[in-house]
């Protein structure tokens, strides 16, 4: 049986460069995303390139009887889930501390906290069968770091760290390891439309001078994902170009166009 691995998100950007960093390898590939049609169009692309099989699914957040009814799909297509990749995430942006709604506030801990936890929960379940597997969440710099006006996202984000590092020694009796990938800032649509202002994009400066490519992140969570980390659990990979390496950022130098 192929090994197969399950990414959230995954219809573009850094979801989609993961989901394609596997099929690469030869995986099957199933694909979350809060559209369906979008996730099987993402499917079909992947199936077609790789010549894997793939299949997308709508995911509800929160929603624990979904989880369970895609894991038992998975299942029904003749696979016990080798990898499961946590990329999607409520960004809960623009969140005043004194002023957020209590429920937006909370949406993000939704999102972030409570539904990773029900899928890697339902993924374990399935990986514990075969005596091993990979969960690899995709969290941010601003676990350890903070960025104004995002408290629950900063938070939930530093909260996944725990809660991998609980899976990490809860289930490493049954083979499954549990990691956290940390991006800092990635060259996405978001990025290009803040077109170099200073005042958003102070995480461009990095010591390396540059930020990530989708495929910087996708390596990481291959890494995490695959066998070549096998002795690896509850750790965490930073890829950020060295942003929380430094004290003070130079902004004095040009950005890179």
């Given at each position: 049986m192929n090994k197969s691995v399950f990414v959230t998100g995954a219809t573009n950007g850094t979801g989609f460069a993961i989901a394609e960093r596997f099929a690469?390898?030869?995986?099957?590939?199933?694909?979350?995303?809060?559209?369906?049609?979008?996730?099987?169009?993402?499917?079909?692309?992947?199936?077609?390139?790789?010549?894997?099989?793939?299949?997308?699914?709508?995911?509800?957040?929160?929603?624990?009887?979904?989880?369970?009814s895609i894991f038992s799909d998975i299942r029904a297509n003749g696979?016990?889930?080798?990898?499961?990749?946590?990329?999607?995430?409520?960004?809960?942006?623009?969140q005043?501390?004194?002023?957020?709604?209590?429920?937006?506030?909370m949406n993000v801990y939704n999102t972030n906290i409570g539904w990773n936890f029900m899928m890697a929960r339902e993924a374990c379940l399935q990986m514990k069968e075969k005596g091993k597997g990979s969960i690899v969440f995709i969290t941010?710099?601003?676990?350890?770091?903070?960025?104004?006006?995002?408290?629950?996202?900063?938070?939930?984000?530093?909260?996944?760290?725990a809660m991998?590092?609980?899976?990490?020694?809860?289930?490493?009796?049954?083979?499954?390891?549990?990691?956290?990938?940390?991006?800092?800032?990635?060259?996405?649509?978001?990025?290009q439309r803040n077109d170099n202002n200073i005042q958003y994009c102070l995480p461009n400066y990095t010591p390396i001078q540059d930020i990530a490519e989708f495929e910087d992140i996708a390596n990481a969570a291959w890494y995490f994902g695959s066998d070549e980390s096998r002795n690896t659990t509850g750790a965490e990979l930073v890829v950020d170009g060295g942003m929380l390496a430094q004290l003070t950022p130079n902004i004095n130098r040009e950005l890179w166009k």
């Open positions: 690469k390898e030869g995986y099957a590939v199933f694909i979350g995303s809060r559209s369906l049609e979008n996730s099987i169009t993402a499917a079909s692309k992947i199936a077609e390139k790789y010549g894997v099989f793939a299949k997308g699914y709508q995911t509800e957040i929160f929603n624990e009887e979904n989880v369970k696979f016990l889930l080798d990898v499961l990749v946590l990329n999607a995430a409520n960004l809960g942006i623009g005043e501390s004194l002023t957020v709604d209590i429920n937006d506030f941010s710099n601003s676990a350890l770091r903070v960025t104004e006006n995002r408290c629950a996202y900063c938070s939930s984000k530093s909260a996944i760290l991998s590092k609980s899976f990490a020694v809860d289930w490493g009796k049954y083979g499954v390891r549990s990691n956290c990938v940390l991006p800092g800032m990635i060259k996405t649509e978001r990025w």
